[in-house]
């Protein structure tokens, strides 16, 4: 079977999005999960960056050597999960990971003791000119360490918004005011990008990244499968908001995470089975080395998106998106 990904399409940007996840700065180790210094009465800008320190040395250290014990210690999911593809990716091209750095970071912080926090930075990327802009959200576990749970590049006209959080505080609990709200943003979300739409497209404003090269990406591959005779239906199983969102001054900015599942099968004039082949984007990702055929093959996967909702979550913006394979399993 045709493996999917080439540039520009939705498995490609997962890949490099993947790779620029990840980066570490020198100096000293920095211990991010001890107690605030003496006197500091909350958990703000400096303890933030502290944590961001930290992570980057750890993370990037662990990127690099192609630890995934190492990721694990810093990232939980779904950022947990892009990072393990792109081991597998690099150790498949037989590279290294550069390391990196996230520089001039802006935070937007709960008030209190948060159990989670934004980010929004550039990366520094060793042996590279490219100085992405990211946001991530960091999250604290039962054991006191902070991990990075998600994280995307935001486009270039995204900037300013991603770093209008500076000094904002952020809100627990997500954003979009309502459940009915949540589900309709989500659907549509997902609806779009396979090149549908759930019949309010105005929940969701028209981009290139979303309309463009994501669900162009899902066009192509869905071509490249009928040419082999074979067919591809991706379904959601359920969507989660993340713990933490910032209002800033045209909408809140919250991540959306979609769990999906793709299942291939052979068309009726098909050849009764299909196949996945070791160069296939998804078995990379998912670390097969051999090829996988069935009379049908179910590949789960989860998508990160970052939005940016206004008051009347009209016109949702997507600013950035991950997505890669978790599992392949024939049937």
């Known amino acids: 079977m045709l493996g999917r990904g080439s540039v520009g399409s939705p498995r490609a940007l997962a890949a490099v999005t993947a790779?620029?996840?990840?980066?570490?700065?020198?100096?000293e180790p920095v211990d991010a999960a001890t107690p605030a210094p003496s006197g500091a009465a909350t958990f703000g800008r400096e303890r933030a960056t502290l944590v961001l320190t930290a992570f980057d040395q750890a993370d990037s250290a662990a990127s690099v050597a192609g630890d995934v014990e190492g990721l694990r210690a810093q990232e939980s999911s779904p950022s947990l999960d892009l990072s393990i593809a792109a081991v597998r990716r690099a150790v498949y091209n037989q590279r290294t990971q550069p390391s990196f750095q996230h520089?001039?970071?802006?935070?937007?912080?709960?008030?209190?003791?948060?159990?989670?926090?934004?980010?929004?930075?550039?990366?520094r990327l060793a042996g590279s000119e490219l100085a992405p802009t990211d946001v991530s959200q960091f999250v604290l576990g039962a054991d006191g360490q902070w991990k990075l749970s998600h994280n995307v590049q935001v486009t270039q006209p995204s900037l300013v918004v991603a770093r209008s959080i500076d000094g904002r505080p952020a809100t627990r609990g997500g954003a979009v005011?309502?459940?009915?709200s949540r589900r309709a943003l989500a659907a549509e979300v997902f609806a779009r990008s396979i090149g549908t739409s759930t019949g309010n497209r105005s929940?969701?404003?028209?981009?290139?990244?979303?309309?463009?090269?994501?669900?162009?990406?899902w066009e192509v591959y869905?071509?490249?499968?009928?040419?082999?005779?074979?067919?591809?239906?991706?379904t959601m199983d359920r969507a989660e908001w993340s713990d933490c969102a910032v209002a800033a001054p045209t909408g809140t900015l919250v991540f959306l995470t979609i769990h999906a599942t793709d299942t291939l099968?052979?068309?009726?004039d098909g050849p009764g089975t299909v196949q996945m082949v070791p160069q296939s984007p998804d078995l990379i990702a998912t670390g097969h080395r051999a090829p996988v055929s069935g009379k049908s093959i179910r590949v789960s996967r989860v998508?990160?998106?970052?939005?940016?909702v206004p008051a009347q979550t009209?016109?949702?913006s997507v600013l950035g998106l991950n997505d890669t394979a978790l599992t392949v399993t024939a049937g």
């Open 19 to 27: 790779l620029l996840v990840l980066g570490g700065c020198g100096g």
């Open 203 to 217: 929940l969701v404003a028209s981009s290139t990244l979303l309309d463009g090269q994501f669900a162009g990406g």
């Open 265 to 268: 099968r052979s068309t009726p």
């Open 303 to 308: 998508e990160t998106f970052l939005l940016l």
């Open 103 to 123: 520089v001039n970071p802006v935070f937007a912080v709960p008030p209190g003791d948060p159990t989670c926090f934004l980010a929004t930075a550039t990366l």
């Open 314 to 316: 009209v016109n949702t």
């Open 222 to 234: 869905g071509q490249q499968l009928a040419g082999v005779g074979a067919t591809v239906r991706r």
């Open 177 to 180: 005011p309502d459940e009915t």
